[in-house]
């Protein structure tokens, strides 16, 4: 196992049991508004802070951009890119859709990403140029060929500043052209449930990079094809992504261009 990955799944699984272990007193959770509609608890920070101090102990000098705390700079070129709750909405509401994203890069190339799910103690991981595997197992995107039989994941708009036109154009499209579209809230989940063949494709826009990393090398690990939504490369600078098996991508690509 890449000694990242350990550290990152040693991480991912302290997070996880803070999860869990508040998740019968979300009444008494502290909430606050990062901005409308956008909400951070006193999980996502516990989570967080695990998570940063078993990376500090492994690795010192590495830098982190981490969703909560930011961007901390380190002296070598590896960078980890935190998210700690990925679905704080979902988690805050009950709802049993959410996850711990980490990802690691080095000199701009992601290197390894883990995905954990608390809940169904699920646990996605990748490293570059060894594949992708769910509880040890290797798993790969799906096979489907014909967009009518193809099951997709997506994510809703719901910041004011977010384009609600454009996306409602894309969605307008797809339902036309798919057996069926999921919007679950964790933007993690759906990129390994793509990785897994659970869904054949996923497309959102405005995402950040911590809600992605993570997931977009598991997609390519497993096979499957990761652009922005116009087919390019910019996808973390950007946000906007599209994913899935070779055969579904493009056909999803010309659905929402």
């Not at 990062?34 to 516990?46: E, G, L, N």
């Not at 909560?68 to 070598?76: K, L, P, R």
Request: charged share 20%.
């Amino acid at each position: 196992m890449h000694p990242f990955i350990t550290i990152a799944v040693r991480a991912a699984r302290a997070a996880g049991n803070v999860m869990t272990r508040n998740l019968n007193r979300l009444d008494s959770i502290n909430i606050e508004n990062k901005r409308a509609r956008d909400f951070v608890s006193d999980v996502d920070r516990q989570s967080e802070f695990e998570i940063i101090n078993i990376i500090r102990r492994a690795y010192p000098d590495h830098s982190i951009l981490a969703e909560e705390s930011g961007d901390s700079a380190g002296s070598s070129t590896t960078q980890w890119i935190i998210d700690p709750l990925d679905g704080t909405t979902n988690y805050l509401h009950g709802f049993p859709q959410f996850a711990v994203s980490i990802a690691v890069k080095m000199n701009n190339v992601l290197e390894a990403g883990v995905v954990y799910d608390p809940m169904l103690q699920e646990l996605f991981v990748a490293a570059r140029g060894q594949g992708a595997t769910l509880n040890d197992r290797r798993i790969r995107v799906s096979n489907r060929i014909h967009l009518d039989t193809a099951l997709l994941g997506t994510g809703l708009p719901y910041l004011p500043h977010h384009d609600f036109d454009t996306y409602l154009r894309q969605l307008s499209n797809t339902m036309r052209n798919v057996a069926g579209i999921r919007r679950a809230g964790s933007a993690a989940l759906d990129l390994a449930y793509v990785a897994s063949g659970r869904l054949d494709g996923f497309w959102e826009n405005s995402l950040n990079i911590w809600d992605i990393a993570a997931g977009v090398l598991l997609v390519q690990e497993a096979g499957g094809l990761v652009t922005d939504t116009k087919g390019g490369t910019g996808f973390l600078q950007s946000g906007n992504i599209a994913c899935g098996n070779p055969k579904i991508h493009p056909q999803l690509l010309k659905l929402i261009q």
